[in-house]
């Protein structure tokens, strides 16, 4: 701490906002390492904490717990502590639904229904979890503007 001179000679402390401050504190992201999406498993290990499956999936803890509600078979194991204890499977079963929100653009309902027709085990097998959304929508159209102008015929 640095002194300062009175008017009579004395030397007194410094005030707090007369000395140099001390840089701010770096950002917690970056103590911690950046959060990365698409964070590789690590080999070896069972279960992973929820904060961990975020940082893997990208997907906020908050939405993970909610996801929890919406969807019965995201239900991970907890510890004694009612920790959150999350196995490859989940993750997969994530990123799975993470898939079918925010990419495919289903709503909770119909990623719901979707996963009950498919089965959850039988949409993760599938071949870069394939979910038969690839239709050829020309002929699709094509259908059913037949269809529309054949009951446009019968009146």
């Known amino acids: 701490m640095t ?9 007194r402390p410094a005030r707090r906002g007369s000395a140099a401050r001390p840089a701010p504190r770096a950002a917690k992201a970056t103590q911690r ?11 070896g290990k069972l279960y992973y904490r929820i904060g961990e499956v975020s940082r893997i999936t990208g997907v906020k803890p908050y939405v993970l717990r ?10 991970p194991q907890k510890s004694r502590s009612q920790q ?6 989940d993750i997969e079963v994530i990123q799975l639904i993470k898939r079918l929100l925010y990419e ?11 996963l009950r ?20 929508h020309r002929a699709r159209y094509r259908r059913i503007r037949e269809e529309l102008e054949a009951i446009r015929g019968m009146l």
């Open 3 to 11: 002194t300062r001179d009175t008017a009579k000679g004395a030397e």
């Open 33 to 43: 390492g950046d959060a990365e999406e698409g964070a590789v498993l690590e080999d």
């Open 66 to 75: 909610y996801w929890e509600s919406e969807f019965r078979w995201m239900a």
């Open 84 to 89: 959150r204890l999350y196995r490859r499977r």
């Open 104 to 114: 495919e653009r289903f709503t909770i309902a119909g990623a719901r229904k979707r």
């Open 117 to 136: 027709e498919l089965g959850v085990a039988r949409a993760l097998e599938g071949p870069q979890l394939d979910l038969g959304l690839s239709v050829d």
